[in-house]
């Protein structure tokens, strides 16, 4: 993948900063190997805010073993403009979430539910989700942005969920894009 120079593909959360993605790899992987019968969900989200001078974009990773803990980073991407129009900056963001969600790969898919699969029939588990921070209501201003979005998470064979289901981007990304 071809880096442009205003696009960092560091990651960082509140213990590391500068993580390529193979140490944010394997750091999920040291996460459910710790417990490999957990009830995992990887989660990849993007949320953004305008500022006078540019647009910060906030993708988060969150991997959550249900009721027992997560492990989360996040990616920052500036746009040195005000990015407006809103279809643009939902499309964006959804970009940004693909970019991530194609890091990875099938063969880094199949390493995680390696982890798990001796376990499936006590109950372990793995799902993948691209959040959007899209909501269907009436009264959303995104609302009609959201089939085109859907099916652009879909169609990176991951579950794509919306408002009020897209905590990893209307929350978690949303509190670093300030």
Not at 137 to 160: C, D, K, L, Y
């Amino acid at each position: 993948m071809a880096e442009k120079s205003w696009v960092n593909m560091t990651f960082q959360n509140l213990q590391e900063n500068s993580m390529t993605f193979d140490v944010v790899f394997q750091r999920i992987i040291s996460f459910m190997a710790r417990n490999p019968r957990g009830n995992y969900r990887l989660m990849i989200g993007t949320d953004s805010q305008v500022h006078p001078q540019h647009t910060t974009f906030i993708t988060g990773i969150v991997i959550q073993n249900k009721g027992k803990g997560a492990w989360a980073c996040i990616r920052k991407t500036i746009v040195p403009r005000k990015m407006l129009a809103l279809h643009e900056k939902i499309s964006y963001e959804t970009t940004l979430t693909e970019e991530v969600v194609s890091l990875f790969t099938e063969e880094r898919k199949n390493t995680m539910i390696d982890i798990v699969l001796p376990f499936i029939y006590n109950g372990a588990t793995f799902s993948m989700e691209g959040h959007i921070d899209i909501g269907s209501g009436s009264r959303n201003r995104t609302s009609e942005f959201v089939n085109e979005m859907i099916a652009r998470i879909e169609s990176t064979g991951i579950e794509p969920k919306i408002k009020p289901d897209s905590f990893v981007a209307s929350s978690y990304a949303n509190k670093y894009t300030k």
